[in-house]
């Protein structure tokens, strides 16, 4: 009975705990509970709020359901980490496009910098199967734009995997761009079928969507 129970603990301890799966929607509530968030019919609106007030293991998915998220930013900054081959994945739900568009003078402005994702203080998380469309965005920036840009050297060890940026319009069009020293795009990115298309140059420059990367930068199967 002893030798039993003790191979009993030994494959439960050995068990890998069960992965989480949460939802986020642009039709969903950030009120709603970490609770909530894992059950497809409550979602929470967005996955940096996710990410930052629920227990977000490595291993973890956030599913983000179709539509548009409308002037609306989303600031990774939670300090919470996946693993070595066991990364956070925050992705389109399958068949669903989760789609980011700005318009108006907040967002579209063209003196000032505006960014659709921030990201400091992340490690080993997998972004994929998002649009970012610029199209409402009509103005010749006249001041550096960004989709995404690292702040500090926090963020690392991120992969964007099926992301595609289009019809935006800026003075330096980087989807990707360097964290706020000017320096360096974060250390060890993977950037994965990134397409891009229809950008519109302002002025004599043009529209790129890397700037200013890393060393440690992989770039596989893009086009921009």
């Known amino acids: 009975m002893k030798k039993l129970l003790t191979s009993i603990l ?4 050995a068990a890998p705990a069960w992965a989480t799966t949460w939802y986020a929607s642009p039709t969903g509530d950030n009120s709603r509970s970490c609770a909530q968030t894992q059950d497809i019919a409550t979602p929470k609106r967005d996955a940096d709020n996710i990410l930052t007030n629920c227990s977000v293991q490595p291993g973890d998915t956030i599913l983000v359901r179709g539509g548009t998220y409308s002037n609306i930013q989303w600031n ?9 081959g066991n990364h956070i994945v925050i992705e ?46 009509s103005v010749s920036f006249t001041a550096p734009h960004s989709i995404i840009q690292y702040v500090d050297f926090g963020a690392t ?44 140059p302002a002025n004599t420059d043009h529209a790129e969507v890397i700037y200013i990367a890393a060393s440690d930068v ?6 921009f």
């Not at 990774?76 to 070595?84: H, M, Q, S, T, Y």
């Not at 669903?96 to 080993?124: D, H, M």
């Open 92 to 137: 389109n739900y399958p068949s669903e496009t989760p789609i980011f568009a700005f318009s108006g003078s907040t967002y579209c402005n063209q003196n000032s910098i505006t960014f659709v994702w921030w990201l400091r203080n992340i490690k080993f998380v997998t972004f994929r199967g998002f649009e970012f469309d610029g199209s409402a965005c």
């Open 157 to 200: 060890d991120i992969i964007y995997d099926n992301l595609t940026f289009h019809d935006w319009t800026s003075r330096v069009q980087g989807a990707f761009i360097v964290d706020n020293t000017g320096v360096r795009i974060a250390a060890r990115t993977t950037l994965r079928n990134i397409h891009g298309y229809n950008h519109r």
């Open 218 to 223: 992989t770039v596989e199967d893009s086009y």
């Open 10 to 13: 030994f494959l439960l301890l």
């Open 76 to 84: 990774f900054n939670a300090g919470r980490n996946g693993a070595v």
